[in-house]
T-cell receptor, first 113, second 110 residues
Framework: EAQVTQNPRYLITVTGKKLTVTCSQN?????MSWYRQDPGLGLRQIYY???????DKGDVPEGYKVSRKEKRNFPLILESPSPNQTSLYFC????????????FGEGSWLTVV | GIQVEQSPPDLILQEGANSTLRCNFS?????LQWFHQNPWGQLINLFY???GTKQNGRLSATTVATERYSLLYISSSQTTDSGVYFC????????????FGKGTKLTVNP
């Protein structure tokens, strides 16, 4: 079954405590991306990766880091989380061949207190 | 950039009713998708429909690319259809990010 898997699904953490949200896909997709969803602002792209070792900033990259060492994994790192990073986060992937469907993970609810 | 507008913003139905959701986009697109976000926040792919018509059970979608709109039809609605329905189109080149509409919030009452 085609899947994008995110962990953790739910997390409450404190300001400044580094955390990583993992993302893994089993479809051999080249393209992966992170979005955050906030009320009134919709979904906004944080970072994206066109392939291994190729990453770039999206619309709201401040306070986040990513890495793409393997094709299947694309972790999102919050080095020093702040309350304004409280949000619902989605990882997504798709093939870059043609105009394929994009697949989303189940979402990660992150609260920073 | 591409702008995506959805209507209506809110829709309340009784179980069993039919509905049509609309998505207008500002520029020609060839990769329109429909998603359903359930009350638990999960984004579920419904259709990848750059043009033409597709059906999946009680749901169907039509995109008329030349007129820059897409329609999502829900027939015989059920309470499990509740949630927010988004259409989205991907920008070309660069980040290839998805541009989402603001969604239609559907509530189906028993």
């Amino acid at each position: 079954e085609a899947q994008v898997t995110q962990n953790p699904r739910y997390l409450i953490t404190v300001t400044g405590k580094k955390l990583t949200v993992t993302c893994s896909q089993n479809m051999n997709h080249e393209y992966m991306s992170w979005y955050r969803q906030d009320p009134g602002l919709g979904l906004r792209q944080i970072y994206y990766s066109m392939n291994v070792e190729v990453t770039d900033k999206g619309d709201v990259p401040e306070g986040y880091k990513v890495s793409r060492k393997e094709k299947r994994n694309f972790p999102l790192i919050l080095e020093s989380p702040s309350p304004n990073q409280t949000s619902l986060y989605f990882c997504a992937s798709r093939s870059t061949g043609g105009f394929g469907t994009i697949y989303f993970g189940e979402g990660s609810w992150l609260t920073v207190v | 950039g591409i702008q995506v507008e959805q209507s209506p913003p809110d829709l309340i139905l009784q179980e069993g009713a039919n509905s049509t959701l609309r998505c207008n986009f500002s520029d020609s697109v060839n990769n329109l998708q429909w998603f359903h976000q359930n009350p638990w926040g999960q984004l579920i792919n419904l259709f990848y429909i750059p043009s033409g018509t597709k059906q999946n059970g009680r749901l169907s979608a039509t995109t008329v690319a030349t007129e820059r709109y897409s329609l999502l039809y829900i027939s015989s609605s059920q309470t499990t259809d509740s949630g927010v329905y988004f259409c989205a189109s991907r920008t070309q080149g660069g980040s290839e990010k998805l541009v989402f509409g603001k969604g239609t919030k559907l509530t189906v009452n028993p």
